[in-house]
């Protein structure tokens, strides 16, 4: 590994002018490097920390500006699936005029198998956009709405939460991160600025969603110290088998295979069954889809890759690995109250798989509001119903409870509410309202 890690280079012996030249992805970055000793570490103690600069290059692709102060970049202690110590990465940007007692904890649909797709490096470099973009701007959607919250004067904390092996839809390792970053960043915000008495909560949509979902029901047993004022999940996954079932051919073919490669490097015995089941002669390009970014996709069908086709994801390994590991609502109950937001016509994740989580919640008495809409898909739902999730976390955040009880309704949703225009800003509101008349 090159120890030029930071992509910096100095010019000028008297002047110490520091001009970026590159950034290097986390596998040649020795910041990223798991320490020997990692299982000496404390859930969520910071192993090491270092300031990046805060011109943004996925910012800069947005016609706005967008308010970046610092951002600070912590390599912190977490728990795998298996419950070994491991290391994980997540940023935290502190924007300009801050509001020292908000911060958001936003996760990203990474949606890879490859840690080089991580957000930590993927918002400083510019990088492909997978499926959920706004086509004009060639941007992430999650990138307007980070960019939203820091306009509104929040802190955002965004979490490599696949870890340092990019285990992606890997459940317990995803909702384990979430929380241990909270905590580094509980202990060391104030660093840059976060006062004691924060208000702080987690949103996602889609992959991001997975991770705070997992992170909302895991929290009172793993992390009982923390206090999410909220957790807006979106596009919710409840059920990895039934993704899969899903989306194993089509337009998001891609994300199966990444999901289940992202399993087998949780998994040994995961790993062993896809080295028995996949056709060697379609080996490399398997792998050439599932260790990709969000930006490659595929319309083959995953099963075809394998040799008893849709029966080999019916042998016990796989059977138990997904029932286990990507099945929400068996973990845990959340604590947090929660705003859930699903299109019924979502062709990635059943409505239904969303519905009966809701109920079995509900059932438990988390205060829940659950909005179901009946216009759009998996797609469209990332803005009309994120702009609503929006605006709900920014009422937690300033610190009004939540509404208690069990609320569920069907919503018909087609644009977005003109009365965000203040929170959203009149450019993005412009641009996210274009993009739904051109999808719908
Ligand atoms: C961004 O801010 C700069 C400096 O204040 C200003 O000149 C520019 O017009 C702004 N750009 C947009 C798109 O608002
Ligand atoms: C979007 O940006 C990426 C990264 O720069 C580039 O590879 C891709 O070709 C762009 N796509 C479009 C449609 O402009
Ligand atoms: C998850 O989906 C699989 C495949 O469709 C199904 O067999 C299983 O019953 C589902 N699990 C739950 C808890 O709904
Ligand atoms: C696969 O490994 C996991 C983790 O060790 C275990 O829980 C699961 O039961 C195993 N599956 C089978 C079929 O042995
Ligand atoms: C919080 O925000 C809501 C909605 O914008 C507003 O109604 C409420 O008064 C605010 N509360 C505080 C304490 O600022």
């Not at 997978?130 to 929040?154: Q, R, T, Y």
Request: hydrophobic share 40%; charged share 20%.
């Amino acid at each position: 590994m090159r120890l030029t890690g930071y992509g910096l280079f100095c010019i000028s012996l008297l002047n110490w002018a520091i001009i970026a030249v590159s950034i290097d992805p986390p596998s040649q970055d020795v910041w990223y490097r798991q320490p020997d000793d990692i299982d000496r570490y404390a859930k969520g103690e910071v192993i090491r920390s270092r300031q990046v600069p805060p011109q943004l290059e996925s910012f800069l692709s947005l016609p706005v500006n967008v308010s970046v102060k610092t951002i600070t970049q912590y390599l912190f202690r977490t728990t795998d699936n298996l419950g070994n110590a491991v290391a994980s990465a997540a940023t935290l940007i502190e924007p300009f005029n801050a509001d020292s007692s908000k911060l958001l904890g936003y996760q990203t649909f990474y949606d890879s198998a490859s840690v080089d797709c991580s957000p930590s490096y993927t918002i400083r470099a510019k990088n492909e956009v997978g499926d959920f973009g706004i086509p004009k701007l060639n941007v992430s959607l999650d990138i307007a709405f980070m960019a939203s919250a820091l306009n509104l004067g929040w802190y955002v904390l965004t979490t490599d939460y696949e870890g340092l092996d990019a285990q992606y839809t890997v459940g317990l390792q995803s909702g384990h991160a979430v929380l241990d970053s909270v905590r580094a960043v509980l202990k060391e915000g104030s660093e840059v600025g976060l006062s004691e008495n924060l208000q702080y909560a987690l949103w996602g949509y889609s992959g991001g969603a997975l991770a705070c979902s997992w992170a909302a029901e895991l929290q009172p047993a793993y992390a009982p110290e923390l206090d999410f004022a909220g957790v807006a999940l979106g596009g919710l996954t409840p059920n990895v088998s039934s993704v899969l079932d899903t989306i194993h051919s089509g337009i998001y073919a891609s994300l199966a295979y990444r999901g289940v490669y992202g399993m087998a490097k949780a998994y040994p015995n995961l790993t062993d069954w896809m080295d028995d089941n996949l056709l060697p002669s379609k080996s490399d390009e398997y792998y050439e889809i599932a260790g990709s970014c969000n930006g490659k996709t595929t319309s083959q069908d995953l099963y075809s890759f394998f040799k008893n086709e849709a029966e080999s994801f019916q042998e016990a390994v796989p059977r138990s690995v997904f029932s286990w590991s990507g099945q929400m609502g068996v973990h845990g109950t959340p604590g947090a109250p929660l705003f859930i937001y699903k299109a019924v016509g979502d062709e990635i994740s059943p409505v239904a798989d969303t519905d009966y989580l809701v109920n079995m919640y509900c059932r438990k008495g988390i205060d829940i509001e659950y909005h179901r809409n009946l216009v759009g898909n998996h797609e469209t739902e990332g803005i009309l119903g994120s702009v609503g999730a929006l605006e709900w976390l920014r009422e937690r955040l300033n610190g009004t409870a939540a509404q208690t009880g069990c609320h569920k309704k069907d919503v018909v949703l087609a644009s977005i509410d003109k009365g965000t225009v203040p929170i959203l800003g009149e450019t993005l509101f412009s641009i996210l309202q274009a993009s739904i008349g051109g999808m719908l």
